[in-house]
């Protein structure tokens, strides 16, 4: 429960992230950028905390979709650090929220093995962004890059268990409350698509 807290804490605080949409960085890299990039946009945002919230009543290891989302993540990192571009970076956000509304709304309907697919598949979009958006590896800046991608990671981990936490606190009533969350966020998913199409 302390962890839970203590992830309310994160949100509470940085909280003030949520009223931009992913404004990108024009800055140096450092630990609290990285911190605050899960909560640089809505898409994001809603994309990793939603990640813990499936994971609590889909698998029966709750842990293992954070771990693999953010592997994908690190992997998405990496691939920046080696300047993979991909132009249709922002719609393969705008689809991954679409598709993580779509795993809550339909959990019975997709195997675990599918959403663990898809999840990994969302961690390397938003790695992606993440080194699109910050001046990584510019002027030396090596061990402050190691710390941004350390940053990152806890911000995630932290969203993550901020979504176990609501799944298991809305445990008794997880089937209607998942059937909303997840139809909601299929269509912000669908209006950013549409936004940017």
Do not use: C
């Amino acid at each position: 429960m302390k962890y839970i807290k203590a992830a309310l804490f994160f949100l509470s605080i940085t909280f003030t992230g949520l009223l931009f949409a992913h404004p990108g960085h024009n800055v140096d890299p450092g630990f609290s950028q990285g911190l605050m990039h899960p909560l640089s946009g809505l898409d994001h945002f809603i994309v990793i905390l939603l990640v813990g919230f499936w994971s609590f009543f889909k698998l029966r290891n709750f842990w293992i979709g954070p771990l693999i989302f953010m592997l994908g993540m690190t992997l998405g990192v990496l691939l920046g650090f080696l300047s993979l571009s991909i132009e249709w970076l922002e719609l393969g956000i705008s689809i991954s929220v679409i598709a993580i509304g779509a795993l809550i709304f339909f959990k019975q309907k997709i195997s675990s093995f599918a959403g663990l697919f898809l999840v990994g598949i969302f961690g390397i979009f938003h790695g992606l962004a993440h080194v699109e958006f910050l001046d990584f590896m510019h002027k030396g800046l090596f061990s402050e890059s190691v710390a941004d991608i350390g940053g990152l990671l806890l911000g995630t981990f932290l969203l993550h268990l901020l979504g176990v936490g609501i799944a298991k606190m809305a445990k008794k009533s997880i089937s209607m409350i998942g059937s909303g969350v997840g139809f909601i966020t299929f269509i912000y998913g669908l209006f950013l698509m549409f936004y940017l199409i």
